[in-house]
C-alpha cells in the first residue's frame, strides 16, 4: 500500500528529540518545557478523592458544568469579562488540542492564516491540515516585536486570521497595549479572527501585565482565547486546557473538539472545580518563577552566554554568538553531548529557519537542577 502523506516535510518533534538525547547523553534537561518539581499535594489528594468518587466515567463534551462555571469565574476575576461558561467555553485535552480544533473548525480551504515567527511548531501543521494557507512574519529582534506594517501589507482578501501568541514561545517577550490596539484596529478593519495563544498568561515578570484579547472590546466577538491550566498548576502531563470565545465561534469549535477527544478527564476536572474555590495560589505564579528566572541567570553570571530579555513565560533565551558561529542546531547537540546540558535550538521555529545563534533553556525546574545546570554553562 502506498501511503501519501499530508504533511511529508514534517519529522519528530524537536521536544522529543531533545528530551531522548538529554537521556541518551545523561544531561540536565532544560529543553522542553516541564517542571522536574512536585505539584501541590493537596491537589493530588482531590484528583484521588474524585476517582473513589467514582468520577471516573466520561464527561459533557465540553467539559463539567460545574468546571466550567470556575473557569468563567476565573475569567471574571482575572481579565473583568463576564463570560457565558454554557456557551463561551470549551474544556479541551490541553492548549494543543484547543488550538487544532479552533483552526480545523474555522479555518477552511484557501483561508490565509498570519503566523508570527518564531511560532510553536503546532500552528503551522495544523493551517495545513486544515486546508489553509500559512503566511509567515518574522518577529523583529531583539525584542521581538510584531512589524505592524509588514502585517498590513500581507493581509489578502483570502486572509482570514491572525494568530498571536502572548506571552511568546519560545522568546519570552508579551505583546503592548500598543500591539493590542493595533491587532484591534487591523483585525476589524479586514474582518479577522483573532486566534490567541496565551497559555503562560500567569507567568509574566518585572510589574508588567498580561495582555489578552479578552480585555478589548474590539477583539472579544472575533477572537479565540486558549488557555492551559497544566502551565499554571505545574501539570503538564494532565493535558488540560480550555477556550474562550463568542457564542457564534464556540459552537463550532465544539462541532470538532467532539471528534476529536470528545471529552476531557473527568476526575481532573472534579478536582480543579474544588481546587480553583481553595487555592489563590495561580496569582502568586509571577512571584513563583521570576524567582527562578532570577535564581538561573544569577547561577550562569560569568558564562559566555548572553541572556535575552525575558518578560514571560519560563523560557530564557541565550545567545552564543560571541562563542561559536556554528549552527544553533550544532550548537544544540553540542551543549547536550559535550557540556550535559539539554536546550532547543531557536531556528527550528521559524519557517524560513532563521538562525541568530540563540538556544532556549526551560527555567522551570528545581533550583538544584538550576544550580547543577549553571555550573556547568559558567564554564561554556
Sequence with gaps: MTVSSRLPDIGTSIFTVMSKMALDYGAINLSQGFPDFAIDAKLIQLVNKAMENNHNQYAPMPGLPLFKKKVADLIQSTFHRECDPEAEIVITAGATEGIFSTISALIKTGDEVIIFDPSYDSYNPVVRLSGGVPVHINLVPPDFSIPWDEVRAKITSRTKAIMVNTPHNPTSSILSDEDMKQLSALANEFDLLVISDEVYERIIFDGKVHNSVLNYPGLRARSVAIFSFGKTFHATGWKMGYTVASPELTTEIRRVHQFVTFSVNTPIQVALSEYLDTHSNIFALPKFFQARRDFFLEQIKGSSLQPMPCSGSYF???????????????????????????????????QDQSDHKLLRFCFAKKEETLEKAGKILRGV
Design 316 to 350: 530564557q533565551l541565550m545567545s552564543y554568538e560571541s562563542i561559536s558561529r556554528e549552527s544553533d542546531r550544532a550548537m544544540t547537540e553540542r551543549m547536550t553531548k559535550e557540556f550535559k546540558v539539554a536546550c532547543i535550538p531557536v531556528s527550528v521555529f521559524y
